[in-house]
DNA sequence: ACATGATCATGC
DNA sequence: GCATGATCATGT
């Protein structure tokens, strides 16, 4: 069921667009959980199986042939973002050579699918809505915030700073913690070269940027 | 009220 | 542990 090109992609997308998650959860004949404290990645598997991408793959994109990220985006009732948004993993070792140009930061974020959901917990999970699609590509300037932002942090682990980076960092992209808990490990480097052990980062865009995204795609105000 | 740091599920 | 998909929930 992928789809072979953009605009039978994108067509697709909008079909679904006004459904709840009940509705379409039943259509696929996929279970729907009470809330999502225990299935947090529940909607994204679900639209990304509509949408025909390969779950569980390994790809670099879900829709690798298209060139095309998807991404759910939970929002409140005047379309702002209630979380952020994961992008990636940081290289927190073996990173020399990593460039902005060759990140996988770039290559995720070069072209979007957004799907909104709705994503108030005083909304049951079943009747949430989901929104009309967005494709979108990051501007030059949206780039270039993305890009300097990510020197910036790129720098802290790098320059041996790991220990210093939290996610008060980056105007629109910063560095939290992505593993299973607090006692997750990998290794990273101090600031004397040492290999340590130390909370895997990931990427995340912050509210304010995809709201801009979301902001810059609304109809009629 | 809200962002940061912590956490949940799954496959390999 | 890492990569996929993210949201939870506590501290400030």
Redesign the pocket.
């Known amino acids: 069921m992928r789809p072979k090109n953009e605009q039978e992609l994108l067509a697709r997308a909008e079909s679904i667009a006004g459904l709840t998650l009940s509705e379409l959860a039943s259509q696929w004949h996929i279970a729907i959980p009470p ?7 529940w ?3 679900l ?2 199986t509509v949408l025909g ?1 390969t779950a ?3 790809a ?1 994109q ?1 829709f690798n042939h298209l060139g095309i990220e ?5 929002i409140n009732s005047k379309g702002y973002p209630l ?2 948004t ?1 992008v ?2 940081a290289p927190l070792t073996q990173n020399s050579g990593i460039i902005w140009e060759n990140s996988h930061v770039r290559h995720k974020l070069a072209k979007v699918l957004w799907i909104p ?1 709705e ?1 108030m ?1 005083q909304i049951p999970l079943a009747e949430r809505r989901i929104g009309c699609p967005i494709l979108w590509q990051p501007s030059a300037d949206q780039e270039q915030r993305l890009r300097l932002d990510w020197e910036e942090l790129m720098d802290y682990i790098v320059l041996g700073k790991i220990e210093e980076i ?3 960092l980056g105007e629109v992209l ?1 560095l ?12 990273g480097i101090d600031k004397n070269g040492q290999i340590i052990n130390t ?2 980062l ?1 990427f995340y865009l ?2 304010q940027f995809t709201s801009e995204i979301l902001q810059q795609f609304m109809q009629n105000g």
Do not use: C, Y
């Open positions: 809330n999502l404290k225990r299935d947090k990645g909607v994204g598997m639209i990304e991408a569980g793959s390994k670099e879900d998807l991404k759910t985006i939970p979380e952020t994961f990636s993993l959901v994503g917990r939290n996610a008060h910063q939290r913690p992505k593993g299973a808990n607090s006692r997750s490990l990998t290794k909370l895997p990931g912050r509210k």
